[in-house]
């Protein structure tokens, strides 16, 4: 009878024990998930940036300013725009050399050609502003280059077009929420030129889409 006691004892302990340490550990496992936000996310964390383009919370890189309720704010169009740029003609290499069906490798090259041009031309319109232009991505979309770069060939059309609509989706509603309420009554007409072509992309990447399913 005592030992029972002392085993039913023993049995106890040992799950008090653990309960205590899965309590300990509970915080540090939790630590991965808000680490992937734009902002925080390291940039080895290829995994987490890679999956945002399910959930995407604005334009590349954007600052919590860019994705607030209202119209963008000049600063928040030129930086969505530009690194939305940037983003759009690095990924659009990489397409044309490991795109897997030549639709994707056409469009591709379609989106270095149309965000080139549409670097070109918001450039003058964005230095008048005297506001900071970024030349290079932020840790989220130098993350989705990765994810790209490190796709395997049967992975690859479907992570670049998830990609594509997302930032396609994000800018268009950057443009969008600009021509309807922007500050600069410059650089309005231009966001809603810009419109119609970012439109056209999304429609078409989700043909492809459609396509590979």
Known sequence: MNRALLLAAAVTAALSLAACQKKAVAPEAAAPEAAAAPEAAAPSAAPAAAAAPETPAGPID?????????????????????????????????????????????????????????????????????QKVPTELGVRGKGMIEALNAAAPADFDKLYLDQQQAAQKAELALLQGYADGGESADI??????????????????????????
């Open 62 to 130: 954007a600052t919590p300013a860019a994705t607030a309720a209202g119209p963008p704010s000049t600063e928040a169009l030129i930086t969505g725009v530009t690194l939305t740029d940037i983003y759009e003609v690095q990924a659009g290499k990489i397409a044309e050399t490991k795109g897997q069906s030549q639709a994707v490798k056409d469009f591709g090259k379609t989106m270095v050609t149309d965000h080139t041009a549409m670097t070109n031309q918001m450039k003058h319109l964005f230095a008048a502003t005297k």
């Open 188 to 213: 309005k007409p231009a966001a809603a030129k810009a419109i119609p072509k970012v439109q056209a992309h999304l429609d078409r990447i989700q043909e492809l889409q459609a396509a590979t399913k």
